[in-house]
């Protein structure tokens, strides 16, 4: 076996405009100043962002800092909008955003205020949209909290009135059907993470649930929104709110009427993961707020990975196990699924599933496949493409998408992120994986039918690790030839002793088990500690693991990915394996060892530091690097189709496991994959 490292290229910049300095960050309204970075300033370019990528409205149509008088005194608008195509005056002004900076509040939960307890920072601005006859629309926002507003013209006065949300680019409200074919929209990523944030934080911080507690409410309204989309037509929806419904009594309760018996049918619909006696105990309020966040949003048309980073973010802070389980970064499960590249008619297992991520990132591999090979753009498909190509989705991950893990409630929560992927019937087992095909769990049964060892054909995982939670129970460890107490021979090689170790770390049973779940020829990606990888006790792990497969590649990750993320302090590898056939393990035994070349690579930069800033590629001189991107972006709400086009420049991450999956490619091209 001869190894094979891959330098990862620096990026060359041969322009004097193509790099802004440090402390600053691109506006993205203009497109082209560059900005000093400040609390305030995230809040209002997350912002605009949204008004473009959410609401359709037009960067041409925006304006930051724009001056009016008011009162007499000079004021700046932190952002104004005008009317389409107009000039910016204040005679076509029609919509202001007050941004003030998101509070810092550590590891709490943030208390959203309703509009009364919010009345002393909404006087400025309905101060504003008092004296700009033509402003209709206001928003004031600190990035968690948002407070609507739109002006009601009198005889006498101006009334401001609360909704939930604006109308899209162009639209008033007395456009918008207020029933539940209501128009939702594709929902921006970071805007998608913010509503995921403020409905976590409205039950625990306003309604007094613990955390834990809160969580599950809020899933029990993502399963009734999800069900809500698949199930019912968009004439027949029961997941909606009015503009204004959420903040009268009578409209908090005709939504409650319309939640309570769409969550009784997700819970006979899902009947194995809910008993039943669940309940909905929010109040009218807490749903009411709840549902109005949540209802804007298509999420069927919404990103797989966007979903996924929104719920991955509320999930690990309530799920986190005390069992060595924890969350493996969304970089390094997008590099193991490029490099494994699975294809719609292998199956995929992953025995330690956790919450589903490596599962939903094969869903989001595979949705890209096949609206490549049906040529539908993203964005451009009809509806009837459209569903097509999620009802090609739906069929893989029921029949090819297999998930295992030994915690009950991170099955459930794996179910919910599979639902959100585009698919309710993921084939998920409540078992304990190195026990298997041995144990008592109650989805022991249902895995020996459907998942037998020797029937998968590509697994990924991130297997419990840690010395501190090992397996010390006989009848277990007597299933595993790893679990033995080996010796080195004459030759090199290792031999079993006939003993069996008191303990053995859980990670170790892990890479058996999952060899022993692959057919021949089966390909798996694992996370694995370095410490077996490098460590002299280790070293007949790595004789047994070159014995039975053949080592595809080898890529090592820095400790920023695991600290970040998962709170893990820990120096892992990502080990890429194909499984022998008995044959070659036969015929290697008798002739001695083939030589063929792996891939090894080493991640030095994974797009963010210990403390989880942003990273961005540089220049020599420490500046960050900027590039000018130019597309047409689609806008979709409901089923109207905006056209968008954009000209931004922006930072380049620097995170090399994009690059990796690149180099991999390539790799293989030259070198074929070995064995047959």
Same mark, same amino acid.
């Given at each position: 076996?001869?190894?094979? &490292?891959?330098?990862?290229p620096d990026?060359?910049?041969?322009?004097?405009? %193509?790099?802004i300095?440090d402390? @600053? +960050?691109l506006?993205f309204? %203009?497109?082209?100043?560059s900005?000093?970075?400040?609390?305030?300033?995230?809040?209002?370019?997350?912002?605009?962002?949204?008004?473009?990528h959410?609401y359709g409205?037009s960067v041409?149509?925006?304006?930051?800092?724009?001056p009016v008088s008011?009162n007499?005194?000079?004021?700046?608008?932190?952002?104004a909008? !005008?009317?389409h195509?107009?000039e910016?005056t204040?005679?076509h002004l029609?919509r202001?955003?007050?941004?003030?900076?998101e509070?810092?509040?550590?590891r709490n939960?943030v208390?959203?205020?309703?509009?009364?307890?919010?009345a002393?920072?909404l006087?400025?601005?309905?101060?504003i949209?008092?004296?700009i006859d033509?402003c209709?629309?206001?928003?004031?926002?600190?990035g968690l909290?948002?407070?609507?507003l739109? =002006?009601q013209k009198?005889?006498?006065?101006d009334?401001?009135e609360?909704?939930?949300?604006?109308?899209?680019?162009?639209?008033?409200?007395?456009t &918008? &059907?207020?029933v539940? #074919?209501?128009r939702t929209?594709?929902?921006d990523?970071?805007?998608?993470?913010?509503? !995921?944030?403020?409905?976590?934080n409205?039950?625990?911080?306003?309604?007094?649930?613990? =955390?834990?507690?809160?969580?599950w409410q809020?899933?029990?309204?993502?399963?009734?929104k999800?069900?809500?989309?698949?199930?019912?037509p968009?004439g027949?929806?029961?997941f909606?709110?009015?503009?204004k419904e959420q903040?009268?009594?009578?409209?908090r309760?005709? +939504?409650?009427?319309?939640?309570?018996?769409?969550?009784?049918d997700? *819970?006979?619909?899902y009947?194995?993961? /809910?008993?039943?006696?669940?309940?909905?105990?929010?109040?009218d309020r807490?749903?009411?707020?709840?549902?109005s966040e949540?209802?804007? @949003?298509?999420f069927?048309?919404t990103d797989?990975d966007?979903?996924?980073?929104a719920y991955?973010?509320?999930?690990g802070?309530?799920l986190?196990?005390?069992?060595g389980?924890y969350?493996t970064?969304?970089g390094?499960?997008?590099l193991?699924v490029?490099?494994?590249?699975?294809?719609d008619?292998?199956? +995929?297992?992953?025995?330690?599933?956790?919450?589903?991520?490596?599962?939903?990132?094969?869903?989001?591999?595979?949705?890209?496949?096949?609206?490549?090979?049906a040529?539908?753009?993203?964005?451009f498909?009809t509806?009837?493409? !459209?569903?097509? $190509?999620?009802?090609?989705?739906?069929?893989f991950?029921? =029949?090819?998408?297999?998930?295992?893990d030994f915690d009950?409630?991170l099955?459930?929560?794996?179910q919910?992120?599979?639902?959100?992927a585009?698919?309710?019937?993921g084939?998920? @087992?409540?078992i304990n994986s190195?026990?298997?095909p041995?144990g008592?769990?109650?989805?022991?049964?249902?895995?020996?039918r459907?998942i037998?060892l020797?029937?998968i054909? $590509?697994?990924l995982?991130?297997p419990? !690790?840690g010395?501190?939670?090992?397996?010390t129970?006989?009848n +277990?460890?007597?299933?595993f030839?790893?679990? %033995?107490v080996?010796?080195?021979?004459?030759d090199g090689? /290792?031999?079993?002793?006939?003993?069996f170790q008191? %303990?053995?770390?859980?990670?170790v049973?892990?890479?058996?088990?999952c060899?022993?779940?692959?057919k021949?020829?089966?390909?798996m990606?694992?996370?694995?500690?370095?410490g077996?990888?490098g460590?002299?006790?280790?070293?007949?792990?790595?004789?047994?693991?070159l014995r039975h497969?053949?080592?595809?590649?080898?890529?090592?990750i820095?400790?920023?990915?695991?600290i970040v993320?998962?709170?893990?302090?820990i120096l892992?590898?990502l080990?890429f394996?194909?499984?022998k056939?008995?044959e070659e393990?036969?015929a290697?035994?008798l002739?001695?060892?083939?030589?063929?070349?792996v891939?090894?690579?080493?991640?030095e930069?994974?797009g963010?530091?210990r403390r989880?800033?942003?990273l @961005?590629k540089?220049t020599?001189d420490?500046?960050?690097i900027v590039?000018?991107?130019?597309?047409?972006?689609i806008?979709?709400?409901?089923e109207?189709?905006?056209e968008r086009?954009? *000209?931004?420049?922006e930072k380049?991450?620097?995170?090399d496991l994009?690059?990796?999956a690149?180099?991999?490619r390539e790799?293989?091209?030259?070198y074929p994959t070995?064995? #047959?």
């Amino acid at each position: 076996m001869k190894s094979k &490292q891959l330098p990862i290229p620096d990026l060359e910049v041969d322009t004097e405009d %193509s790099t802004i300095s440090d402390g @600053y +960050i691109l506006d993205f309204i %203009s497109g082209e100043k560059s900005l000093k970075d400040t609390p305030k300033e995230q809040v209002r370019q997350r912002i605009a962002r949204a008004l473009f990528h959410e609401y359709g409205i037009s960067v041409e149509d925006m304006a930051a800092d724009f001056p009016v008088s008011i009162n007499g005194k000079r004021k700046k608008l932190d952002i104004a909008i !005008f009317h389409h195509d107009q000039e910016h005056t204040v005679q076509h002004l029609s919509r202001v955003v007050v941004c003030r900076q998101e509070p810092k509040v550590g590891r709490n939960a943030v208390r959203i205020r309703d509009y009364d307890q919010a009345a002393k920072d909404l006087e400025e601005l309905e101060t504003i949209m008092e004296h700009i006859d033509s402003c209709k629309y206001g928003l004031w926002t600190n990035g968690l909290e948002f407070f609507y507003l739109e =002006k009601q013209k009198t005889r006498f006065e101006d009334k401001f009135e609360p909704i939930g949300d604006w109308p899209p680019a162009d639209e008033s409200l007395e456009t &918008q &059907q207020v029933v539940s #074919t209501t128009r939702t929209r594709k929902a921006d990523p970071e805007m998608l993470r913010v509503a !995921f944030r403020r409905c976590h934080n409205f039950i625990h911080g306003n309604e007094g649930m613990p =955390k834990d507690a809160a969580f599950w409410q809020f899933l029990y309204l993502i399963f009734c929104k999800m069900h809500d989309e698949q199930k019912s037509p968009r004439g027949q929806r029961r997941f909606w709110a009015g503009p204004k419904e959420q903040f009268d009594t009578e409209g908090r309760k005709e +939504i409650r009427k319309r939640l309570i018996p769409l969550f009784e049918d997700v *819970k006979q619909n899902y009947s194995n993961l /809910f008993r039943g006696n669940e309940e909905i105990t929010l109040s009218d309020r807490a749903l009411a707020f709840m549902v109005s966040e949540l209802a804007k @949003y298509d999420f069927t048309r919404t990103d797989v990975d966007a979903k996924g980073g929104a719920y991955q973010e509320i999930v690990g802070a309530n799920l986190r196990g005390d069992r060595g389980q924890y969350f493996t970064p969304r970089g390094i499960i997008k590099l193991a699924v490029e490099m494994l590249d699975p294809k719609d008619n292998e199956r +995929i297992l992953d025995p330690a599933c956790g919450t589903g991520g490596f599962l939903v990132a094969v869903l989001a591999h595979m949705v890209k496949k096949f609206r490549e090979e049906a040529n539908v753009p993203v964005g451009f498909e009809t509806t009837e493409e !459209f569903l097509s $190509v999620n009802e090609r989705l739906r069929q893989f991950a029921e =029949k090819q998408v297999f998930g295992a893990d030994f915690d009950p409630f991170l099955i459930k929560a794996c179910q919910m992120n599979m639902v959100m992927a585009g698919d309710g019937r993921g084939h998920l @087992y409540h078992i304990n994986s190195v026990e298997f095909p041995n144990g008592h769990l109650d989805g022991l049964e249902p895995a020996k039918r459907e998942i037998p060892l020797e029937s998968i054909d $590509v697994l990924l995982t991130n297997p419990p !690790f840690g010395s501190d939670i090992p397996i010390t129970d006989q009848n +277990i460890l007597k299933q595993f030839e790893l679990a %033995s107490v080996w010796e080195r021979t004459e030759d090199g090689s /290792f031999r079993r002793t006939g003993r069996f170790q008191g %303990s053995v770390a859980p990670e170790v049973l892990f890479i058996e088990r999952c060899l022993n779940w692959l057919k021949p020829g089966g390909r798996m990606g694992i996370v694995l500690p370095d410490g077996i990888l490098g460590n002299p006790g280790t070293e007949y792990i790595r004789w047994w693991i070159l014995r039975h497969s053949w080592v595809l590649a080898s890529v090592d990750i820095p400790v920023e990915a695991f600290i970040v993320e998962a709170n893990v302090n820990i120096l892992t590898s990502l080990l890429f394996l194909k499984k022998k056939t008995k044959e070659e393990i036969r015929a290697e035994d008798l002739g001695g060892k083939i030589e063929y070349p792996v891939f090894m690579a080493v991640a030095e930069k994974v797009g963010f530091d210990r403390r989880g800033n942003t990273l @961005y590629k540089r220049t020599p001189d420490g500046e960050e690097i900027v590039v000018v991107k130019e597309k047409i972006e689609i806008i979709r709400i409901g089923e109207r189709i905006i056209e968008r086009p954009l *000209k931004r420049k922006e930072k380049i991450l620097d995170d090399d496991l994009p690059v990796i999956a690149e180099k991999y490619r390539e790799f293989r091209q030259q070198y074929p994959t070995p064995g #047959t």
